[in-house]
């Protein structure tokens, strides 16, 4: 069950450390469910803030503002120290956030994550009006192209003919390449696991 509370709408559930999972950029709080039932019983408390990747004015909407986002969120929250979970743009939310805040994260954990190098929607992005191109792209994002369920394509679909969406996703994609995080990661201390896809096109195993 989704809470309300001043600027934020998050899933949470059970006690104990928190932990924030952070979507992707075109991910959802649903994607999640297999953690969110997962962690609870075993101590921590899983947090899923949706984050606000097309609500934000376009000056705010890139990695930078929405790590400030997310660390405003703590602070609301009241938390201590965090264990971060981000996916995809979230693990370089996460990543970008751990840089700036080290002190808020008690551990990272990446899946897939952009920061370093992304291959985005391929050399013609975006075929907008063509929704078999649009179903293959999002196919590709998963190992089990099952998972890209009418419901998932008809939302990238519903996303991508958009103006304004279509606008804030390039927009993110060129914060994401902006927020190269080669250069930081060297000098990041904060105990990390790093879990990737061996078949992942989007963002390959070689970035991992």
Known sequence: MLKKEKKYTYFEAGEGTPIIILHGLMGGLSNFDGVANFFPPKGYKVVIPELPIYTQNILKTN????????????????FDKVILL??????????????MYPDLVKALVITGSSGLYESGMGESY???????????KAEDVFYDPAIATKEIVDEVFA?????????????????????????????????????????????????A
Request: net charge positive; proline share 6%; with cysteine.
């Open 86 to 99: 981000g996916n995809s743009l979230g693990g370089h939310i996460g990543l970008y956030f751990t840089k």
């Open 63 to 78: 990695v930078k503002a929405f790590s400030k986002f997310v660390k405003d969120f703590v602070v609301f929250k009241g």
């Open 159 to 207: 996303t991508v003919n958009d103006r304004i969406k279509l606008i804030k996703t390039l927009t993110i994609a060129k914060s994401a390449i902006r927020h190269n995080m080669a250069k930081d990661l060297p000098k990041m201390t904060t105990p990390t696991c790093i879990i990737w896809g061996r078949n992942d096109k989007v963002t390959p195993p070689n970035v």
């Open 126 to 136: 975006p075929k907008r009006g063509d929704y078999e191109y649009i179903k293959k």
